[in-house]
């Protein structure tokens, strides 16, 4: 028995932006919609999510009928994906506890465990350099309302922490 899907991996993209755009244009169709001259906040996602869902048909479709079969799907790293998405879910659950910098050290070594290539130095490094970064410019520049340090009594006594 032949096999219908020709080009597994274009289908399932296909199918993958359907889903998404489908999503995106039913959020944004519970928003005003408005025209295109007045256009409301639900008019963007609306469109845009509509757009990606027909492109997702399209790339299923044409996957249905290619003349040449394309490599199949492979197995999805769910292990390397709970180690990327987990610490970034943590880092907005606990900012406001923990503060900026024990969180953005948390994200970025947790987060790198997921490489093949995890070396903890250089890691280390990356990690106190962006946390320096995002301090100047998030907390320093921007004046977001970000703890630099956690709320505890100890470290309300930092000048560096009372930014």
């Given at each position: 028995m032949k096999h219908l899907i020709k080009n597994p991996r274009d289908f399932w993209a296909g199918v993958m932006f359907f889903t998404l755009g489908a999503l995106f244009a039913g959020v944004g169709f519970t928003y005003k919609i408005g025209t295109a001259?007045?256009?409301?906040?639900?008019?963007?996602?609306?469109?845009?999510?509509?757009?990606?869902?027909?492109?997702?048909?399209?790339i299923a479709l044409l996957a249905l009928r290619d003349k040449n079969a394309g490599p199949g799907v492979e197995k999805f790293h769910w292990n390397v994906t709970?180690?990327?998405?987990?610490?970034?879910?943590?880092?907005?659950?606990g900012l406001k506890i923990m503060g900026m910098i024990f969180m953005g050290l948390m994200v970025v070594i947790v987060s790198s465990i997921a490489s093949e290539e995890f070396k903890l130095r250089p890691v280390i490094l990356l990690?106190?350099?962006?946390?320096?970064?995002?301090?100047?410019?998030?907390?320093?520049?921007?004046?977001?309302?970000?703890?630099?340090?956690?709320?505890?009594g100890v470290f309300e006594q930092l000048a560096a922490c009372r930014v």
């Open positions: 001259a007045r256009m409301g906040p639900g008019y963007f996602p609306l469109v845009l999510g509509l757009m990606l869902a027909a492109f997702g048909v399209a709970f180690w990327v998405l987990f610490p970034i879910v943590l880092f907005g659950v990690a106190i350099g962006l946390v320096i970064f995002c301090s100047i410019i998030f907390v320093g520049g921007l004046k977001l309302p970000i703890p630099l340090c956690p709320a505890f």
